[in-house]
Nanobody, 127 residues
Framework: VQLQASGGGLVQAGGSLRLSCAASGRSVSNYAVGWFRQAPGKEREFVAAISRSGGSTHYADSVKGRFTISRDNAKNRVYLRMNSLEAEDTAAYYC?????????????????????WGQGTQVTVSS
């Protein structure tokens, strides 16, 4: 599946953004999708993941309660709603997908748990 992330931008601390991951080539309904981020000079880190049905989600402790991952399989998209943004959230954000069989509701939390990756979308939070 091909993925394209969008929705990044410059926002003040305390503000909100919604990132979108658009899938093409295959139905995203067959895939778990995760969001990762990478700040300059740092390793890529897990942010959030959602199972193929949307019934299971997982968040990094650093974003829990502020970020919400969701999916609209009819639109072939996965979203990341980011509220109460902090300067530490500044990074390039990437979406990734891993195909699972029906009824497998896993939500991988490591980069090697995913196969397909989109390009990043930059989020910059000014303090």
């Amino acid at each position: 599946v091909q993925l394209q992330a969008s929705g990044g931008g410059l926002v003040q601390a305390g503000g909100s953004l919604r990132l979108s991951c658009a899938a093409s080539g295959r139905s995203v309904s067959n895939y778990a999708v995760g969001w990762f981020r990478q700040a300059p000079g740092k390793e890529r880190e897990f942010v959030a993941a959602i199972s193929r049905s949307g019934g299971s989600t997982h968040y990094a402790d650093s974003v829990k309660g502020r970020f919400t991952i969701s999916r609209d399989n009819a639109k072939n998209r996965v979203y990341l709603r980011m509220n109460s943004l902090e300067a530490e959230d500044t990074a390039a954000y990437y979406c990734a997908a891993k195909r699972f069989i029906l009824s497998d509701e896993r939500t991988p939390t490591t980069a090697d748990g995913y196969v397909d990756w989109g390009q990043g979308t930059q989020v910059t939070v000014s303090s």
